[in-house]
């Protein structure tokens, strides 16, 4: 029953993100989408929490807060100082902001955390191959995401050029935290974890192709 339902629910996200494309790419609905995104980041992550399994732990629970938490705190010192990630700024496309940066970013961390555990999880047997592969994954998937960014007004970089730097900090960043996770031994299955992170990847994909064709 729960995987027929996963399955649907991996239907749904298809049609939203879909959707999503289509008022991105139409000028007349583009800025209105744009003030969705927030919303489209916490429907995500209310399907992720849904099918998570096992049940939250309190260290579970203490051990995401503390990635979503280091990395705010990571991306807040970086969009101030121009340390870390290089020199760029947040937009309005991530919703509220404190210190110059979007609370969401750290939940958007979080989730790509997530995912990229399950999913090294379910393809590799070795440990060492299963805490690179992940960090790999994440900066694939940001060096596809920041093609589209400043279009969205989530962020953009000063000059439009996009450091060395950000990607180098993007996957340090992201094996830390997933070695967190090894080490703490906190351990979760979730049947939603791979298509979100492979729908929200090819979403950026088509938003890239729309916007270097157009």
């Known amino acids: 029953m729960k995987q027929k339902t996963a399955r649907y629910a991996t239907y749904f996200l298809i049609l939203f993100y879909s959707v999503g494309v289509l008022g991105f790419t139409i000028p007349f609905t583009h800025n209105f989408f744009r ?10 992550a209310a399907f992720i929490i849904w099918f998570h399994k096992p049940r939250f ?3 579970t629970l203490i051990v995401f807060g503390l990635i979503y938490v280091v990395s705010f705190v990571a991306e807040a ?5 121009g340390l870390l990630f290089g020199d760029y700024i947040y937009g309005k496309g991530l919703g509220p902001k404190i210190f110059e940066t979007p609370l969401m970013i750290g939940l958007n961390w979080l989730m790509l955390v ?10 590799f047997q070795k440990e060492i191959i299963r805490l690179i592969a992940g960090p790999l994954m994440m900066v694939g998937y940001d ?24 990607y180098l900090a993007w996957f340090g960043f992201a094996f830390l935290f997933h070695l967190l996770i090894r080490k703490t031994k906190v351990s979760f299955t979730n049947a939603l974890a791979a298509p979100v992170f492979i729908i ?13 064709l157009s």
């Open 200 to 212: 929200q990847f090819l979403f950026f994909v088509i938003l890239v192709l729309f916007f270097r």
């Open 35 to 44: 003030m969705l995104t927030p919303f489209a980041l916490l429907l995500s």
């Open 143 to 166: 060096l596809v995401m920041e093609q589209v960014a400043p279009g969205l007004d989530m962020w953009s970089w000063n000059g439009g050029t996009i450091p060395l730097q950000n």
């Open 77 to 81: 010192i970086g969009v101030n100082t």
């Open 114 to 123: 997530y995912c990229t555990t399950v999913i090294s999880d379910q393809l």
């Open 57 to 59: 732990s309190s260290k």
